[in-house]
Structures are given as C-alpha cells and as structure tokens.
C-alpha cells in the first residue's frame, strides 16, 4: 500500500473509531503515533489527505465557531461503508 493510501485508510479509521465525534488534523496524528499504523505521520499530511477524503464524501468538515480556522473531519455514511466494503472495520 502507498503512504497515500496509508494515511487515508489511517484517517478514516481515526474517524471511524472516535465517531460521531469529529477529530482535528492534531488529534488525528497524536491518535496514529499512539495507537495507529503510520507512526511519523504530520498534520499536513493529514489535512491534504483528508481533503482527498472529503471529496470521495468519506469525511466531512465541521466547523465550530470557537476554533474558527481549525478544520475538524467526522465520517460519513459513505466512509463506514467504504471501509467496510474494503474489509478494514
């Protein structure tokens, strides 16, 4: 599996596992490093990823007013439904 390929399954198992809560980019990697796959992932990696992501509608964004600026990703339907299709969850 490519890294790319790597940190989305990464991101949408983050997402998954914590769900219906949504995760910033620094909780999604602090939640890898501990108990994930891809251990030396950084939070750039994370947001380009997860926009890739938010366009296949396996994530979406949410926004809270009091972090203004801080993109927050939460699974879809969509998502669950990929990852259980591909056989990860």
Same mark, same amino acid.
């Given at each position: 599996?490519?890294?790319?390929?790597?940190?989305?399954?990464?991101?949408?198992?983050?997402?998954?596992?914590?769900?219906?809560?949504?995760?910033?980019?620094?909780?999604?990697?602090? #939640?890898?490093?501990?108990?994930?796959?891809? @251990?030396?992932?950084? $939070?750039?990696?994370?947001?380009? !990823?997860?926009?890739?992501? %938010?366009?296949?509608?396996?994530?979406?964004?949410?926004?809270?007013? #009091?972090?203004?600026?801080?993109?927050?990703? @939460?699974?879809?339907? $969509?998502?669950?439904?990929?990852? !259980?299709?591909?056989?990860? %969850?």
């Amino acid at each position: 599996m490519h890294r790319k390929e790597s940190i989305r399954l990464e991101i949408l198992t983050q997402c998954y596992g914590y769900r219906p809560h949504s995760r910033s980019a620094e909780m999604i990697v602090s #939640l890898a490093r501990r108990e994930g796959e891809v @251990k030396d992932l950084i $939070a750039n990696e994370v947001e380009v !990823e997860s926009d890739y992501c %938010v366009g296949k509608q396996w994530l979406e964004v949410e926004s809270f007013e #009091l972090s203004q600026g801080v993109k927050r990703w @939460k699974i879809t339907a $969509a998502g669950v439904d990929f990852l !259980e299709r591909m056989g990860w %969850v």
